[in-house]
């Protein structure tokens, strides 16, 4: 287990990317700015079998993105606190990571065809979206 | 980890208090291998979010000295004395002088320099448990099978 630095990189040894199913615990980004919110979804996920990053905003997204953190897919929030807002995280993700899968989890989805692999408007039931992340890791990897 | 220590851990949950991401999902993870579970704050502002919840049970809190929000570690460990007693922090940091005021501050609170050991750390929240365990025995002569590993 690598020392946590102080101020730098974590230090990370997992491959990228990693979507096979049989994985244990295929890593979720998931990035939301309502504490609470994020604790319960982050929870369940866990509890269903995945490991789950949490980011508060997109900085924080783009820092874990930008780091060899083994995500298969990222959920984001939308509207976000800073500079940057979902749609940005998803776009630099995308040039970034081009293999990892995107579900936007949102009160305010954006329209634009084509932004995300699925769209979850809030409220939403998490059961749904975990069932709808199983299926995205098994079919990325078939 | 042995048996006896993995459904011990299980038991209690850890607020790691990291702004930086990178760092916080690292210790973050290391405790939950090690049989913890974890309630992730980016700064100050959502660990007193969390804590202020009746529902949400923390036996030990692990913030950064210099986490952002309304609250620097030490003003959150000063907060957390005042309204969730009897909870146990632990402080990291990189600033001797910090650490000196940080211990000053944090009266229960050990204080760790940056950069730490996770396995350190998980020793330190093992013996926080075990303080918490002693003082809250009803009956002090001999400790439950349980907890012993941690005296």
Redesign the interface.
Known sequence: ???????G????TSPIGDLDPDRRSPTILLVEDE??LR?AV?DQM?RAGF?V?????AQ??L??VY?N?PIAVIVTDIRLPGALDGTAIIRIARIARPELKVIIASANPPVEAGLAHATYAKPYDVEALVKEIREMIRGAVR | MTPIVAARAAEATVLVADSDVLERMVIAAYLRDCGYRVIEAADSDEAVAILKEEDVEVYVILADVAIGGSLNGFKLSAWVREHRKGLRIILVGTIDDSAEAAADLCEHGPLMAKPYDPQLVVDRIKRLLAERDRRTAPDQTEPEAGTRVFA
């Open positions: 287990m690598p020392l946590v630095p102080f101020g990189t974590a230090m990370i504490t609470l604790m982050a866990r490991d990053i949490e980011a508060c905003n924080e997204a820092d874990v780091s953190a």
